[in-house]
């Protein structure tokens, strides 16, 4: 058993502020920023003493523990081929964790114990079925450990329904799985009272209404509380206070964003606004630990995170807002996220990040006032050579209020840049947020600037902003990317003659559909994992509710103006508008954008006899999760854009700070 030497930090002192160097920086080796961690995943263990976490060895992320007492770090995995997922206590002596399987997302579910002793496999991915039993393979995801049973964990498994998750005992050394909460629905969600007891449930049925449903506990009979029509207003329990009684409650009732309310249980009356913002949804999923932060000793939700234009805090005990405003000035700048509390309420686990920092876990003593650093998750990224993160809002030029972020190479005057536009994917729901993005930083130290847009259809924005990006993929929300471009290039910060754009996923799309319909902007493209062929991704055959997401959101194919509107925006149908240099890459495993799309473009490209590159990497899937094979992929694309990007050519440098730019928007919400 492999024993590592934990150092642990003395206390720190208050750091300057960091500041830009005052000439553009080296250009780093492409593993500095897509090596894996070195260190991630941490938590203590329920008794305080231990600290799990995710390290690599050979290559690939495996678990380990840290013993704080003696400092030390035990690697208990030791996968060659395979890499360590979501670990968490079950107990002070068991852990569980997930296994990946080449990029096809079915995962299985491992536990060892806390000194390597008795592995096994409790539950198999769907590409495994039949390893360990046919109960096994309904397992759908873990749900909360159980302080007063150590033998089981709290999760969801389709065993009453074929496709309904019921919530069950899975015993921690068998996999036996045995019912707690039959579903009463097609369930989307439950929520758990702080006993481990089954409170909540949201479904949904075929007529596209959403229950919530509330019992008293085990035993009790579930009662509707609230429905609502989908994509109408309405509210969401997430989760509960220490009382049991009171919950806190995500509503847009009555507003444009998602805010957090309390809601008594007893009564089933909505109370009072906790925290709220008018441009920006509070939004928190089920069981969401790390926004809603609950102190086990104090019996109560201490604070709440939530995302406007950077992570945010609300804080409900003052000694915890007093603790984050000490560290606030003890690193500046940065975010500090609670990821644990030890149950006795004495040590926080602290996770601080930035723009330019992708993160360092710290150890805080509240009895001894003292912050201790525990490890550097990422620790050949130097900050001071990273580039600032600043949010930015333009006017589309439907006069739609367009939030995002602009990254410019530190350095650098921010004049005449190459720029490099860097959709999100998704669309639905996911945004771009302040935060340390190895790929955006990677181009910003080739000189790059890069902007992130959180185009209409982004989540985060209000259910309204989301619904405004229906049915528009090649349409105007490709239109927010080309308004953002031009805005940029009016502002003298781009240059028109080297604008890339490079994007995953629906960000793949993107980039596809910027150079077949607006190929005058760019000077190349990167498609990586991207949708080409918006109809071969709508499954022929769907449930009610997946089939009501695909007809409102993508196209309803039955109707013949979906159907033409999906064929005019598919840009494998227009392979031979492409103009300039495509360097474009697929995993063989994709589950959500199957390979198929690959082979069409391509298909498309040499008929229409347009130059490109190709690369598809069989054991990935959607995205390259392998160190080796991302490294080697980022390596290609900046040969590629050095081949095809001139780069920077402007000798003026910056003294000092980072030159500010104000960029208001021009337009309004509507």
Same mark, same amino acid.
């Given at each position: ?200 449930? @949201? ?88 926004? =809603? ?207 890339? @754009? ?31 062929? =918006? ?65 069409? @473009? ?69």
């Amino acid at each position: 058993m492999k024993r590592i030497t934990l150092l642990i930090a003395a206390v720190l002192a208050a750091g300057p502020l960091l500041a830009a160097p005052p000439a553009p920086v080296p250009e780093l080796p492409v593993g500095t920023f897509f090596q894996a961690p070195s260190i991630s995943s941490l938590a203590f263990s329920p008794n305080g003493k231990f600290v799990l976490c995710v390290v690599p060895y050979e290559h690939r992320q495996n678990l380990a523990v840290i013993d704080l007492e003696k400092g030390v770090k035990t690697l208990l995995t030791n996968f060659k081929d395979r890499q360590v997922e979501g670990p968490i206590w079950a107990n002070d002596d068991r852990i569980l964790f997930r296994v990946d399987d080449d990029g096809q997302e079915s995962y299985s579910l491992y536990a060892v114990n806390r000194d390597g002793s008795d592995p096994a496999i409790l539950a198999s991915g769907w590409t495994k079925a039949g390893t360990t039993g046919e109960l096994n393979n309904r397992f759908r995801g873990i749900l909360k450990r159980l302080p007063k049973d150590k033998d089981h964990i709290l999760v969801l498994a389709n065993l009453t329904h074929n496709d309904w998750a019921d919530v069950a005992r899975l015993h921690l050394k068998t996999g036996l799985m045995t019912v707690v909460a039959r579903a009463p629905g097609e369930v989307e969600g439950y929520v758990l009272d702080r006993e481990g007891e089954v409170r909540f449930a @949201i479904t949904h049925d075929p007529q596209q209404m959403r229950h919530v449903l509330y019992r008293e506990g085990v035993g009790k009979e579930w009662q509707e509380v609230a429905v609502y029509q989908q994509d109408q207003p309405g509210w969401e329990p997430v989760a509960f206070d220490g009382d049991n009684r009171t919950a806190f409650v995500l509503s847009n009732l009555g507003r444009r964003t998602r805010a957090i309310y309390r809601y008594d249980t007893a009564t089933h009356t909505l109370g009072d606004l906790v925290v709220g913002d008018d441009t920006y949804d509070l939004k928190a999923t089920y069981g969401d630990t790390q926004k =809603i932060i609950y102190d086990d000793s104090r019996k109560k939700v201490v604070g709440i995170g939530y995302e406007t234009d950077r992570t945010r805090f609300h804080w409900f005990v003052p000694e915890y807002e007093q603790m984050h405003r000490q560290i606030e000035k003890t690193l500046p700048d940065t975010v500090h996220q609670i990821t644990q509390i030890s149950e006795d309420g004495t040590r926080v686990i602290f996770f601080s990040y930035s723009d330019r920092d992708p993160g360092v876990y710290y150890l805080f003593d509240q009895n001894r006032n003292k912050l201790s650093e525990l490890a550097v998750s990422v620790p050949q990224v130097d900050p001071l050579l990273m580039a600032a993160v600043r949010p930015v809002a333009y006017a589309a030029r439907d006069g739609l209020k367009l939030h995002g972020y602009l990254t410019l190479p530190a350095g650098r005057e921010p004049k005449n840049l190459p720029l490099i536009v860097h959709p999100h994917g998704g669309p639905y729901g996911p945004r771009d947020r302040w935060r340390f993005d190895s790929e955006v930083q990677f181009y910003a130290n080739r000189g790059f600037a890069v902007l992130q847009v959180n185009y209409r259809g982004s989540g985060g924005y209000g259910d309204w902003f989301e619904a405004a990006g229906y049915k528009k993929w090649g349409l105007e929300m490709q239109d927010d990317l080309t308004d953002g471009v031009k805005w940029l290039v009016s502002q003298g910060i781009a240059d028109p003659q080297r604008v890339v @754009i490079s994007g995953a996923s629906y960000g793949g799309y993107a980039t596809m559909a910027g150079l077949v319909y607006t190929p005058e902007l760019y000077r190349a493209g990167i498609n990586y994992v991207g949708v080409v062929n =918006i109809e071969s991704l709508i499954p022929k055959a769907l449930p009610p509710n997946r089939l009501y997401w695909m007809n409102t959101r993508i196209a309803d194919l039955s109707k013949s103006e979906d159907r033409k509107r999906v064929t005019a925006t598919s840009p494998v149908n227009f392979a031979d508008r492409i103009r300039v240099p495509l360097l474009m890459a697929y995993g063989k495993n994709d589950p959500r954008v199957p390979i198929d799309q690959a082979y069409g @473009i391509e298909h498309a490209l040499k008929r229409a006899n347009i130059p490109y590159e190709l690369i598809i990497e069989g054991d990935e899937g959607h995205g390259f999760r392998k160190e080796e094979k991302r490294i080697a992929f980022f390596q290609r694309v900046d040969a590629f854009l050095k081949k095809h990007v001139p780069g920077p050519q402007s000798t003026e440098i910056i003294l000092g700070p980072t030159k500010v730019i104000e960029m208001p928007a021009k337009g309004t919400e509507p």
